[in-house]
T-cell receptor, first 113, second 116 residues
Framework: AQTVTQSQPEMSVQEAETVTLSCTYD???????LFWYKQPPSRQMILVIR??????QNATENRFSVNFQKAAKSFSLKISDSQLGDAAMYFC??????????FGTGTRLQVFP | DTGVSQNPRHKITKRGQNVTFRCDPI?????LYWYRQTLGQGPEFLTY????????KSRLLSDRFSAERPKGSFSTLEIQRTEQGDSAMYLC??????????????FGEGSRLTVL
């Protein structure tokens, strides 16, 4: 069965600095999708960034970028120029040819001024 | 359209009682998902619908759980004979079918269940 592991329960970063959140996954599939979602306190979960496994180029969305290492089954999220509004739970998620997403346990990110 | 709406936002019940949660998805979305999230865990898939058809149920969904989506619009998740282990946040998400692969799931704020 596919699994997603986030080994960092909590991370902290100072405003304007850069932080990297780690995620590893296990699958025997070759075609799949990976995502990072953000869940602010008492707010809805929203999509931050996505990566298609067939694409070698790492995805980037403004201050958010990923380091996708397919062979190592690693998918980390880098947040540059961190802002106070980035404080949230971040979930890594996986989807293959089934219609459901499998989530990791999450990393709580704190941002200090 | 203001997004995915879930009600009630918080339900406190005694063990053994039945509870029902409602999810109103974004109107044009044909896919509707239910996830459960416990403290310190990520969302766990429970079930999903395409229109009114329930296409998959997780083994986490015991026979005390039932979900419906009549007419392919809103959905309800009922838990019968609640147990303390059912205490969790129940998340609903909706999407257009093919957009799921793009990660375009729109989540509600969740319904928190506390079983005493």
């Amino acid at each position: 069965a596919q699994t997603v592991t986030q080994s960092q329960p909590e991370m902290s970063v100072q405003e304007a600095e850069t932080v990297t959140l780690s995620c590893t996954y296990d699958t025997s599939e070759s075609d799949y999708y990976l995502f990072w979602y953000k869940q602010p306190p008492s707010r809805q979960m929203i999509l931050v960034i996505r990566q298609e496994a067939y694409k070698q180029q790492n995805a980037t969305e403004n201050r958010f970028s990923v380091n996708f290492q397919k062979a190592a089954k690693s998918f980390s999220l880098k947040i540059s120029d961190s802002q106070l509004g980035d404080a949230a739970m971040y979930f890594c998620a996986y989807k293959d040819n089934t219609d459901k997403l499998i989530f990791g346990t999450g990393t709580r990110l704190q941002v200090f001024p | 359209d203001t997004g995915v709406s879930q009600n009630p936002r918080h339900k406190i019940t005694k063990r053994g009682q039945n509870v029902t949660f409602r999810c109103d998805p974004i109107s044009e979305h044909n896919r509707l998902y239910w996830y459960r999230q416990t403290l310190g865990q990520g969302p766990e898939f429970l079930t999903y619908f395409q229109n009114e058809a329930q296409l998959e149920k997780s083994r986490l969904l015991s026979d005390r759980f039932s979900a419906e989506r009549p007419k392919g619009s809103f959905s309800t998740l009922e838990i019968q004979r609640t147990e303390q282990g059912d205490s969790a946040m129940y998340l609903c998400a909706s999407s257009l079918g093919l957009r799921v692969s793009l990660g375009e799931l729109f989540f509600g704020e969740g319904s928190r269940l506390t079983v005493l």
